[in-house]
């Protein structure tokens, strides 16, 4: 499966899982806020992008969500519910995996990295 397809796939799911929350008779927390992680992925020593690197998330709505950059080392990922001390995941075979501890309180957080070999 290329990686666009894989993308449409991964946004179609989360409008899926968003419109069920809203549905929801269940659902008490009327000021529940979801959100989005941005950002780029690039070697440390040349700068490049890196493409296909893993981008995942603690505490999804969708555990074991994967999300991948696209060959300009950039990525979106659905972070679902907003909240303080998320750690967000980048790992690249040949490169040491990455974790960032942030708080994610903006509807779209930029969450850059700088891998290294």
Not at 6 to 11: K, N, P, Q, V, Y
Not at 25 to 50: A, F, Y
Request: charged share 20%.
């Amino acid at each position: 499966m290329s990686l666009s397809n894989h993308l449409r796939i991964s946004l179609f799911c989360y409008i899926i899982v968003l419109l069920l929350q809203a549905c929801s008779t269940e659902h008490t927390d009327q000021n529940l806020r979801l959100g989005w992680v941005e950002g780029q992925v690039t070697d440390s020593l040349s700068d490049n992008p890196i493409d296909s690197a893993i981008i995942s998330l603690a505490d999804t709505l969708i555990a074991g969500d994967t999300n991948y950059t696209d060959t300009t080392g950039s990525y979106l990922a659905f972070a679902g519910a907003l909240g303080p001390n998320r750690s967000v995941f980048c790992r690249k075979a040949g490169y040491q995996p990455r974790k960032k501890m942030v708080d994610l309180l903006q509807d779209t957080t930029r969450i850059d990295f700088k891998m290294v070999p």
